[in-house]
């Protein structure tokens, strides 16, 4: 079973608008741990943030901010003002408890960026 | 301190050869995960490694696949017999610590595997 959800598979901005990328995960356990990674068309992961579940508290980092709510199961993420460079896949990805450490990553969602 | 390194980084095999894919960790990191991405989708975890001790292959397949980490050395994800359905990108990350504090992985760059 699928334990984290992109539903959106692609978003198309016009710079400088900004982007909201939907993450909804699935656990029973307390303690884990959510992540966002971007992947530019070159292909490698590039990390961009780590949440462990007891801190809700939201992340502002530059332009990116991202929203953690528990009571929904959502780390969304947001992309302000956006610039051509965004252009990527961005997968979430969660790591429970008893998983040894691994990743188990969402589809995807390409955000595409036009001047 | 360098980061993951994996070879080649492109690799194209006909079918039924071998493949092999290297992963040198980062330098203290003795923790190493291996993923596979189909094309157009996300990563999946295939096995997670400790030196010399294979401690998770819940996502391997059951045939043609295996994966060491030796004392010394890189770790080695070996496909046999490679079928074109084996084409994607494998990306091997490495974490420093028991993976039970969630250590953060430091991905490498992957190895792009097509299969002709």
């Known amino acids: 079973a699928q334990k984290v959800t992109q539903a959106q598979t692609e978003i198309s901005v016009v710079e400088k608008e900004d982007v909201t990328l939907d993450c909804v995960y699935e656990?029973?356990?307390?303690?884990?741990?959510l992540f966002w990674y971007k992947q530019p068309p070159s292909g490698e992961l590039v990390f961009l943030i780590r949440?462990?579940?007891?801190?809700?508290q939201n992340e502002i980092s530059g332009r990116y901010s991202w929203n953690f709510q528990k009571s929904t199961s959502s780390f969304n993420f947001t992309i302000t003002a956006s610039q051509v460079v965004d252009s990527a896949v961005y997968f979430c990805?969660?790591?429970?408890?008893?998983?040894?450490?691994?990743?188990?990553f969402g589809a995807g969602t390409q955000v595409v960026v036009t001047p | 301190n360098a980061g993951v390194m994996q070879n080649p980084r492109h690799l194209v095999r006909r079918r039924g050869q071998e493949a092999r894919l290297r992963c040198s960790p980062m330098?203290?990191?003795?923790?190493v995960y291996w993923y596979r991405q189909l094309p157009e989708e996300g990563l999946k975890f295939m096995v997670y490694?400790?030196?010399?001790?294979?401690?998770?292959e819940s996502g391997m397949p059951k045939e043609r696949f295996s994966a060491e980490f030796p004392k010394e050395g890189p770790s080695i994800l070996r496909i046999q017999q490679v079928v074109r359905g084996d084409s994607a990108a494998y990306f091997c990350?490495?974490?420093?610590?028991?993976?039970?504090?969630?250590?953060?992985?430091?991905f490498g760059p992957g190895t792009r595997l097509t299969v002709l």
């Open positions: 330098k203290g990191h003795s923790h």
């Open positions: 656990t029973r356990d307390t303690t884990y741990y």
């Open positions: 490694l400790q030196k010399e001790n294979i401690i998770d």
């Open positions: 990805a969660l790591s429970e408890a008893d998983s040894w450490g691994k990743l188990q």
């Open positions: 949440r462990n579940s007891f801190d809700e």
């Open positions: 990350a490495s974490s420093p610590l028991a993976s039970g504090i969630f250590d953060e992985q430091f």
